[in-house]
């Protein structure tokens, strides 16, 4: 069974930093690729980042090209998003999963979802 744990959010106020991270018990974690999510009140999740299985940027949402980073370390089974100059529209409850895909157009793998990490930004 898959096991994600994201921890990192909290409250921040607009143009802060915050770095969230991905906890994954998966036994082949190095073979994926990582995405984060975000899902806000009232809208559907939306995939923001995705990185390779080495660790490669493979897309970002628009909202957050030039703020946002993502990147992972297998040896700990973890991946990162380091989020700057953060934006009142960046709030949002934010996951991490295995997915599939290409380009721009990314799903998760499967129905594995920790139970994230809210961010807040306030203006």
């Known amino acids: 069974q898959v096991q994600l744990v994201e921890s990192g959010g909290g409250l921040v106020q607009a143009g802060g930093s915050l770095r969230l991270s991905c906890a994954a018990s998966?036994?082949?974690?190095?073979?994926?690729?990582m995405g984060w999510f975000r899902q806000a009140p009232g809208k559907e999740r939306e995939v923001v980042a995705v990185i390779s299985w080495s660790g490669i940027s493979l897309y970002y949402v628009d909202s957050v090209k030039g703020r946002f980073t993502g990147s992972r370390d297998n040896a700990k089974n973890a991946v990162y998003l380091q989020m700057n100059s953060l934006k009142p529209e960046d709030t949002a409850h934010y996951y991490c999963?295995?997915?599939?895909?290409?380009?721009?157009?990314?799903?998760?793998?499967?129905?594995?979802w920790g139970q994230g990490t809210q961010v807040t930004v306030s203006s």
């Open positions: 998966i036994g082949t974690f190095g073979s994926y690729p």
């Open positions: 999963a295995r997915v599939v895909g290409h380009g721009s157009s990314w799903r998760p793998l499967s129905d594995d």
